[in-house]
């Protein structure tokens, strides 16, 4: 199955994701974070830098967990400004 190519909307969307997640992991160490979370520092880091732009939700769901943010504040915040 091709997965179609990521609209401009979603890449920015996905690196808004990763800077808030990034400022929530403040000074702990990447390697740290992923391993609580399961997953590993490669691809938190693929996240952090919006490489990996749609996440699956229950990877988000336990970066959440783990880093102390809610789900909702996520959602809320990681969605950019849309022009009008």
Do not use: C, N, Y
């Not at 830098?49 to 880093?67: E, K, M, S």
Request: aromatic share 2%; charged share 25%; hydrophobic share 50%.
């Amino acid at each position: 199955m091709v997965r179609p190519p990521l609209t401009p909307q979603e890449r920015l969307r996905g690196e808004h994701l990763g800077m808030l997640l990034r400022r929530a992991r403040g000074e702990r160490s990447i390697v740290e974070v992923a391993a609580a979370a399961g997953m590993s520092a490669e691809t938190l880091r693929k996240i952090e830098t919006g490489r990996i732009a749609t996440p699956a939700f229950f990877t988000i769901a336990a970066l959440a967990d783990v880093l102390g943010v809610p789900l909702d504040h996520l959602a809320a915040r990681a969605a950019p400004a849309v022009p009008t």
